[in-house]
T-cell receptor, first 115, second 111 residues
Framework: GAGVSQSPRYKVAKRGQDVALRCDPI?????LFWYQQALGQGPEFLTY????????KSGLPSDRFFAERPEGSVSTLKIQRTQQEDSAVYLC?????????????FGEGSRLTVL | QKEVEQNSGPLSVPEGAIASLNCTYS??????FFWYRQYSGKSPELIMS????GDKEDGRFTAQLNKASQYVSLLIRDSQPSDSATYLC???????????FGAGTRLFVKA
C-alpha cells in the first residue's frame, strides 16, 4: 500500500488480556516509531527502530510493553496483561530518513480500549 | 517542565483572519522543528518543517523559529473552516531520531 497500515483499527480487551498491534510501514522506510496518544494529548514516544534494530525503547511505560521488527519491515507492539490505563490510540509512524530531519508518516492508529 | 509546551486552546478565529499558534521547547540541543495538523479522529500529518532561525513560508502557512528564545510559531493566513484541527508542535535534537510532540493547540475557524 501507499501509506502506513495499522491493524486492528479498534481493539477492546478485558483487563489482563494480552494484545498485539501490527504496523506495516511504507516500503523502503528505514525508521519506524510507535507513539501512544491519550485523548486530548499529543503523541507520546514509545520506541524507535532503525531497520530491525530497536535503538530506543525508553518510552515504553512498563515491562508489559514489548515491540519488535524482526525483518526490518512489519512491526508488532505487544501489551501483556492489559490495564485500564493502557487505553489509548497507538500510532505507528515511519520515515525514509534515519536522521533528525525526517518527516514522519503516520498510520491511522489502533484504538485500544481496556475494560 | 515539559520538553515542548503549547497552549491547549481552543483558539477561535473568524474565517479570513490570521491564526497564530505558538510553541516553546526546553532542550537547547533541538535542531529540527515541525508542525503537524491532526483532524479529529485522524492521524497527524506534516504541514511545515523548519531548521534555521527566521521565517519559512509555504502557501498560507508561515513557520517562524527563534532558537535564542527557544520559540517556534505557525501563522495561518486567510484561515478557513477546513483549517479547524489540532496543531502539534514537534522537535528533534540534532543527531537524534526521537521526535517529541507538544500536547497540541485546538484551532476553530468560524465561518
Amino acid at each position: 500500500g501507499a501509506g502506513v497500515s495499522q491493524s486492528p483499527r479498534y481493539k477492546v480487551a478485558k483487563r489482563g488480556q494480552d494484545v498485539a498491534l501490527r504496523c506495516d510501514p511504507i516500503s523502503g522506510h528505514v525508521s519506524l516509531f510507535w507513539y501512544q496518544q491519550a485523548l486530548g494529548q499529543g503523541p507520546e514516544f514509545l520506541t524507535y527502530f532503525q531497520n530491525e534494530a530497536q535503538l530506543d525503547k525508553s518510552g515504553l511505560p512498563s515491562d508489559r510493553f514489548f515491540a519488535e521488527r524482526p525483518e526490518g519491515s512489519v512491526s508488532t507492539l505487544k501489551i501483556q496483561r492489559t490495564q485500564q490505563e493502557d487505553s489509548a490510540v497507538y500510532l505507528c509512524a515511519s520515515s525514509l530518513s534515519s536522521g533528525s530531519d525526517g518527516e514522519l508518516f503516520f498510520g491511522e492508529g489502533s484504538r485500544l480500549t481496556v475494560l | 517542565q515539559k520538553e515542548v509546551e503549547q497552549n491547549s486552546g481552543p483558539l477561535s478565529v473568524p474565517e479570513g483572519a490570521i491564526a497564530s499558534l505558538n510553541c516553546t521547547y526546553s532542550d537547547r540541543g533541538s535542531q529540527s522543528f515541525f508542525w503537524y495538523r491532526q483532524y479529529s479522529g485522524k492521524s497527524p500529518e506534516l504541514i511545515m518543517s523548519i531548521y534555521s532561525n527566521g521565517d519559512k513560508e509555504d502557501g498560507r502557512f508561515t513557520a517562524q523559529l527563534n532558537k535564542a528564545s527557544q520559540y517556534v510559531s505557525l501563522l495561518i493566513r486567510d484561515s478557513q473552516p477546513s483549517d479547524s484541527a489540532t496543531y502539534l508542535c514537534a522537535v528533534n535534537r540534532d543527531g537524534g531520531f526521537k521526535t517529541i510532540f507538544g500536547a497540541g493547540t485546538r484551532l476553530f475557524v468560524k465561518a
